[in-house]
């Protein structure tokens, strides 16, 4: 072997994609990929898995999409062999929908796929079409090189991850749990930051664990009158006074374990800003009120019924239900109902010493030898619940650094990544799938 390698060193460095070819394919292929409009509802994936087949076809390895839903809903599982069959594959997870936009807030066409200012903007650049292209393109690169991982690397796109996961992660586990059976699993979640979690210090967070959702319809009855003459039984006051008391909510309880961990890394306390409260406490923010007759609504018309919208997210291993029942205990009004509006699924965070997690805190560090690298907690959902459910640990790896300023954008107006931090994440993505774990 020795001896074939000298004579023949361009064996070697075969090894090694050319990554200025890579760096332009993988751009194209983003803004490709976000000219798509695969706004959920309704999903319609045809044409993002159409992509992503077609690429693949490409260096020889076939995709197969899965129609899930009558409106186009596709999922799409491609698969990388591996050398070692006894060990399960690692599933990178991404999906292909994204919400809706608010046209007018845009400087630019959210569907342009535009470079401007050394990013790269669009609808989905952050939540995930970005990290999707580069799990995608680590997977290609990996096969136009000739490099077969040790273990079989799956790509797993989704098709609905943005409603909940009916018709993605959640069906392709109940009809074809074999396609995307794995070890461990790799989404979207943490990141890296100099801002967000502690100012002046390169964080690199992966996420094992998230809040539960727990969103809440409160409803008032009273009895419909004329507003000249006010009553005491009013729906409107009698809903005020129960947002007021159902938000004090009591202290979350001893430290989750995960948060003492990023503690710890970050040397002590975390920054204060609407993230770092939201994951280390039960939040409950009033997003909805609804009431009055008619439309528009009549001004001298008390109605009967009043309601508002909690969204609650509760730390993992918090009971929803003694969570909501204390709420109706504080409440205490018989004309006001609680109801929970979402299906709990407390989760417990997935452990952060395997060798994966060690394999991605190397891969962190050859690129960005002065980042701390920590587990984190994150506030919103993913699709990685349903399979740390299973016990598999999933991990929320998004191989970027960003500020607060572009993080706000996803779900936003004016969604953005920088190309750089886009190019370095597709290399972080192929070191990872590259090692041995
Ligand atoms: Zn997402």
Not at 218 to 247: C, F, V
Not at 252 to 270: D, F, N
Request: charged share 25%.
């Amino acid at each position: 072997m020795r001896f074939l390698l000298l004579l023949f060193p361009a064996l070697l460095l075969a090894a090694e994609p050319d990554w200025k070819a890579v760096d332009a394919e993988s751009l194209d292929l983003l803004q490709r990929y976000l000219r798509i409009p695969s706004t959920n509802p309704p999903a319609d994936t045809r044409a993002a898995a159409a992509l992503f087949r077609d690429e693949l076809a490409k260096v020889g390895i076939t995709a197969k999409l899965y129609e899930a839903g009558p409106k186009g809903q596709v999922n799409l599982v491609a698969r990388l062999e591996g050398r070692n069959k006894s060990k399960k594959p690692l599933v990178l997870m991404n999906h292909f929908d994204v919400v809706p936009v608010a046209r007018e807030a845009w400087s630019m066409d959210p569907f342009g796929g535009i470079v401007k200012d050394g990013s790269i903007w669009g609808r989905g650049a952050l939540d995930m079409k970005g990290i999707g292209i580069m799990q995608l393109m680590a997977v290609i690169a990996m096969k136009k090189n000739g490099i077969v991982p040790d273990r079989d690397i799956v790509l797993f796109s989704t098709c609905d991850e943005e409603t909940g996961g009916d018709l993605g992660v959640r069906w392709m586990l109940k009809n074809h749990p074999g396609e995307v059976d794995a070890e461990y699993v790799l989404d979207e979640g943490g990141f890296g930051t100099r801002d967000v979690l502690q100012k002046g210090k390169l964080v690199f967070g992966i996420s094992v664990a998230e809040k539960q959702p727990a969103w809440l319809r409160i409803r008032a009855k009273g009895t419909a009158a004329h507003g000249s003459q006010p009553i005491a039984d009013n729906a409107n006051m009698a809903l005020l006074r129960a947002i007021e008391k159902a938000m004090a909510a009591p202290p979350s309880g001893k430290r989750h374990p995960v948060i003492a961990e990023m503690l710890a890394t970050v040397g002590g306390t975390l920054e204060a800003n609407k993230l770092t409260n939201a994951i280390q406490k039960n939040t409950l923010t009033l997003t909805t009120l609804k009431s009055g007759v008619g439309d528009p609504v009549k001004v001298n018309v008390i109605p009967s019924t009043a309601e508002a919208t909690l969204d609650c997210r509760l730390l993992p291993g918090v009971n929803a239900q003694e969570f909501i029942s204390d709420m109706r205990a504080r409440i205490n009004d018989p004309r006001v109902t609680v109801e929970l509006l979402t299906t709990i699924d407390d989760t417990p965070a997935s452990s952060f010493t395997t060798p994966l997690f060690e394999t991605l805190r190397k891969v962190i560090k050859k690129h960005h030898p002065a980042a701390e690298v920590t587990p984190m907690m994150v506030p919103y959902s993913t699709d990685a619940p349903k399979f740390r459910k299973k016990g598999l640990p999933a991990y929320g790896f998004t191989p970027m650094i960003l500020n607060a300023e572009l993080l706000a954008t996803m779900h936003s107006d004016e969604e953005r990544i920088p190309v750089d931090q886009f190019h370095m994440g597709v290399r972080m993505m192929f070191d990872v799938i590259r090692s041995e774990f």
